[in-house]
């Protein structure tokens, strides 16, 4: 009798065990942050890219301006525009590996089509590693236009433009591209433009905590790189491209790199080329997963990279907030345009609070419900704050982040989409103590 109450209760345990780690599993799937990134990815492939997510605005958006005010200074970060891949290798790599299981008969015919189209982006993309592509140009002479346009009074005759670029080459033609539709917009304007390797230090600029991330082992890498093992074997694409997914070897790295592949299409004018529909999207949502929670812990509020990434913006932040007290002091120029790339503005950003960026998170998945970087730093992604002044000498500020009001935590605004530039400096300035 004891016997049997004993086996009775292991399996009501194992029972209830089970029942538990089922619930637990649907609890995971069906989380709402979870679902809606995965509706959004399915809806919109190039999401799956995350910063390699080609600009996805044609128009801005400013909330009422409160009676009284008048825009007196612009500061602006912006990344440079969509850009070919920076890899000279990922495009062979990833094609020998077709070519080889091809040759082995190893490929489906799906197979055979998807080879067929690396090969095409392998052929276009040569002698344009990293580079700007024509898309990156137009994005940056969209959105200065339309800056101009929402802000004329800050760009009449004779008005001074400070511009400093990273050195970088694709963030000097960024920079052209946003100066050309300036002077476009009026040929009057005084452009002062800069790309020099001084202003590093605060455009693009590592601390050092901040490059023991990348280079030093870490311990947030040991349960990545396990997670990313998982979450790149791709099974359901791989099923539908290769014969035997088994023979692969490295699969997960194969996945990853022919992802990288489609992902950069959307960049860059001339392919008629979709790789992305070739992916399942349950595989396109893990593969951006693994990606943003890695860009995560180097550049967010990561408790797994002691928020070392943010830190590390401080320089950009003085930069930022002694040129606007300059000017509204009559010292300088109003408007100031800083162009550089997407990991020096995803720590600012979450360095200023700003609601999207700054959330603090521990392990691939609580990050990745609190952090979308398709979100933030799109290609072209930008950083506009602009002050305002009324007659009584009141100024507030609007944060438009990719041209869309942004949210600061911790700060009260004044009026919906505004803040008082004083709480905002205040808030800012106690970051760089």
């Not at 693009?204 to 890498?221: M, N, V």
Request: aromatic share 8%.
């Amino acid at each position: 009798m004891k016997k049997i109450i004993l086996i009775s209760t292991a399996a009501m345990m194992m029972t209830s065990f089970c029942a538990s780690a089922k619930k637990e599993k649907q609890t995971k799937i069906v989380n709402p942050a979870d679902m809606e990134i995965r509706r959004e990815i399915a809806a919109t492939p190039e999401k799956s890219g995350g910063i390699y997510y080609a600009y996805p605005y044609s128009t801005d958006s400013l909330a009422p301006v409160p009676a009284g005010f008048e825009p007196v200074y612009i500061s602006h970060y912006g990344r440079h525009g969509s850009r070919w891949h920076t890899s000279a290798k990922l495009h062979d790599n990833t094609l020998k590996v077709l070519q080889k299981q091809y040759a082995a008969g190893n490929l489906t015919a799906e197979g055979e089509e998807v080879m067929k189209l690396v090969e095409i982006c392998r052929d276009h993309t040569k002698g344009h590693i990293g580079e700007l592509s024509a898309l990156g140009e137009r994005q940056h002479k969209a959105i200065a236009t339309r800056m101009c346009e929402r802000f004329p009074s800050l760009f009449k005759d004779g008005d001074v433009i400070v511009a400093r670029s990273s050195t970088e080459p694709r963030c000097i033609i960024s920079m052209a591209a946003f100066s050309e539709a300036l002077k476009e917009y009026n040929p009057r304007l005084e452009l002062q433009r800069h790309a020099t390797p001084g202003d590093m230090n605060f455009i693009a600029f590592h601390t050092q905590e901040a490059l023991d991330i990348y280079k030093k082992p870490q311990e947030w890498k040991i349960p990545y790189d396990k997670a990313c093992d998982s979450l790149y074997q791709c099974k359901a694409t791989a099923s539908r491209l290769f014969r035997d997914p088994s023979k692969i070897k490295k699969l997960p790295q194969v996945m990853k790199d022919l992802h990288h592949v489609a992902i950069a299409v959307q960049n860059v004018d001339g392919l008629d080329v979709n790789l992305l529909t070739h992916f399942n999207h349950e595989d396109l949502y893990n593969l951006w997963k693994g990606e943003a929670y890695r860009q995560y812990v180097r550049h967010g509020n990561s408790v797994d990279g002691k928020r070392n990434g943010p830190q590390s913006s401080k320089n950009l932040m003085k930069d930022i907030l002694d040129c606007a007290d300059e000017s509204l002091a009559g010292k300088r120029t109003a408007v100031d345009l800083r162009f550089g790339h997407d990991v020096f503005l995803l720590r600012q950003l979450a360095l200023m609070g700003i609601e999207g960026s700054d959330d603090e998170a521990r392990g691939i998945d609580e990050a990745s419900r609190v952090w979308q970087e398709y979100r933030l730093t799109p290609m072209a992604a930008n950083l506009q704050i602009t002050i305002f002044r009324n007659a009584k000498g009141e100024e507030i500020a609007t944060v438009l982040l990719n041209e869309r009001p942004a949210k600061i935590h911790g700060v009260k605004e004044y009026a919906p989409g505004y803040y008082r530039w004083s709480d905002l400096n205040a808030k800012w300035r106690k970051t760089l103590e």
